[in-house]
C-alpha cells in the first residue's frame, strides 16, 4: 500500500503533542496534501515534522486514525505485534471458566478500525475504517498466526460502514464456523448466532457487570429488561435466583434469550421471557422485583440527542425503581450511549429516584470489561457506564 504524507493546518501544529488517536478533518490541510485516496498515511505538521503513521479517511469526519506514533510500516510484522500485545493482556485477565471474550478492542488496542471477538475460538471481526478493509489480508494473516482460531468471520456493522463511506461486509473469511456457537461467561453457558445478531453476536462488555448482579441474584426474583440475549438473566440463573423475568421487544432475541435460560436452568418453571417494550411493561405490571436490571440502546449518539435522551433514560429508570421491592432491592443502570457521561447519568438517576418517591444508594460504577480497555489520551472509548443502587 503507497504511504502518502498528509499535512496538519498551520493552526493546527499543536495536535502533534496531544497524543489522541484522531485528527478530525477540519484539521487537514487538503491544499497542502493533495488528493489522497484512503488509505495507510504518514501524518506531518505544516512544517513537515513527522507526526504518526495510521489510517486516512477523506470522507470520514474523523479523517486520521493514529496506529503508531513512530515512522515504521503498517506490515505484517505491525499486526503481529499489536495483536500478541493485545492477547497477552487477556492471557493475564480472562478467568479460565470464560472462552467468550474481546481479543482486540480497536483505539483501545491500538489498532483503530478494527474489532475481534472470540467464541470459544471462533473468531467475529468488525472493520470500521476503508484503510483496514484494504489490510484485511495482512490482519487475517496475523490473527490466525496469533490467536490460531477455528475460524474467522467477518460482521461489520452497517451504520458504522455508512458513516464512513464504505461496504459493509458479514461473511466467513476463514474456516468454518457452526451456525450456532457455544461458549462460556464465567463458567455460565451462551449459545450465540453471530452473522444475524447485533454487534458481533453478544454484548461481552456486560460480563463483569452480570457477574457482579449475579452475586446479588441467589433466592431473588430478578428483572432482565432490554434483555437481549438474556446475558444478565442467564446469570442469575446460574447463581440460583428464584425467579427470572426477561422483557425483549425482539422477537429473534427472545428465542436466543430462551436457548441461554434452558442452559442455565433445570427448569423453565424457574422464568418468563416476555417479547414486550421494556418500559410499557414496567408501567403495566403489577410485580416487584427484588433485582431489576436496564440496559437500554444507544438513546444519545451525539451530543445533541443528549436532552431528549435524558428525559428517556429518566423515564426508564423511574419506571424500574417503582417496581423495586418496598422492602429494598437493586437497580442496575447502563448508558451505551458515548455521549452521556458517567456524571451525566448518575444525574439522571437522581431525577429518577425523585420521580419514583425512592431513596438509592450508590453501591458501584462501573463500564465495560477489563478486555474492553480504553486508551488514556481516548477518552470517547469509555462508551458504556453502570450504575449499581440500592434502592429503598
Known amino acids: 500500500m503507497t504511504e502518502n504524507i498528509l ?47 495510521g489510517t486516512y479517511n477523506p470522507k470520514s469526519a474523523i479523517a486520521f486514525r493514529a496506529l503508531d506514533i513512530s515512522p515504521g510500516k503498517i506490515d505484517l510484522d505491525f499486526f503481529l505485534q499489536r495483536l500478541a500485545t493485545a492477547k497477552s493482556l487477556r492471557d493475564s485477565i480472562i478467568d479460565p471458566n470464560t472462552n467468550g471474550f474481546r481479543w482486540v478492542n480497536s483505539e483501545g488496542d491500538q489498532i483503530p478500525g478494527l474489532t475481534v471477538d472470540t467464541y470459544a475460538g471462533h473468531l467475529v471481526v468488525q472493520v470500521g475504517t476503508p484503510a483496514m478493509d484494504t489490510l484485511s489480508p495482512v490482519w487475517l494473516e496475523a490473527a490466525k498466526q496469533v490467536f490460531h482460531p477455528r475460524s474467522v468471520t467477518r460482521k461489520d456493522s452497517q451504520s458504522i460502514a455508512n ?30 448466532s453471530v452473522l444475524p445478531g447485533q454487534k458481533t453476536g453478544f454484548f461481552f462488555d456486560q460480563r463483569e457487570n452480570r457477574t457482579r448482579v449475579a452475586r446479588l441474584a441467589a433466592n431473588k426474583h430478578v428483572f432482565d429488561g432490554y434483555a437481549y ?89 423511574a419506571s ?48 465495560a470489561g477489563a478486555d474492553h480497555p480504553i486508551q488514556i489520551h481516548h477518552p470517547e472509548g469509555e462508551y458504556l457506564k453502570s450504575v449499581l443502587l440500592r434502592v429503598i
Open 7 to 53: 499535512f496538519l493546518k498551520n493552526n493546527k501544529s499543536g495536535l502533534a503533542t496531544s497524543k489522541h488517536p484522531w485528527i478530525f478533518d477540519g484539521a487537514i490541510d487538503l491544499r497542502k496534501s493533495g488528493h489522497i485516496d484512503p488509505g495507510v498515511v504518514h501524518l506531518h505538521t505544516a512544517d513537515g515534522r513527522f507526526v504518526a503513521v
Open 229 to 317: 440475549t438474556g446475558g444478565f438473566g442467564a446469570h442469575a440463573l446460574g447463581a440460583g435466583a428464584a425467579f427470572v423475568t426477561a422483557v425483549e421487544s425482539s422477537g429473534p432475541a427472545c428465542e436466543m434469550i430462551a436457548r441461554n435460560y434452558g442452559l442455565n436452568s433445570d427448569t423453565i418453571q424457574q422464568y418468563e421471557i416476555v417479547n414486550q417494550d421494556c418500559v410499557r411493561y414496567l408501567k403495566q405490571t403489577d410485580r416487584f422485583f427484588d433485582v431489576i436490571v436496564l440496559d437500554p440502546p444507544a438513546l444519545a449518539k451525539r451530543r445533541h440527542h443528549l436532552p431528549k435522551a435524558g428525559r428517556l433514560y429518566r423515564e426508564i429508570f
Open 163 to 192: 458513516r464512513e463511506h464504505m461496504p459493509g461486509v458479514s461473511d466467513v473469511l476463514w474456516g468454518s464456523p457452526p451456525d450456532i456457537i457455544d461458549f462460556k461467561e464465567a463458567g455460565i453457558r451462551f449459545q450465540a
Open 320 to 367: 424500574g425503581m417503582r417496581r423495586i421491592t418496598g422492602e429494598g432491592g437493586f437497580l442496575c443502570a447502563c448508558s451505551c450511549s458515548a455521549a452521556v457521561e458517567s456524571s451525566t447519568l448518575l444525574e439522571i438517576l437522581r431525577q429518577a429516584a425523585s420521580e419514583a418517591g425512592r431513596v438509592a444508594q450508590i453501591i458501584h460504577l462501573g463500564g
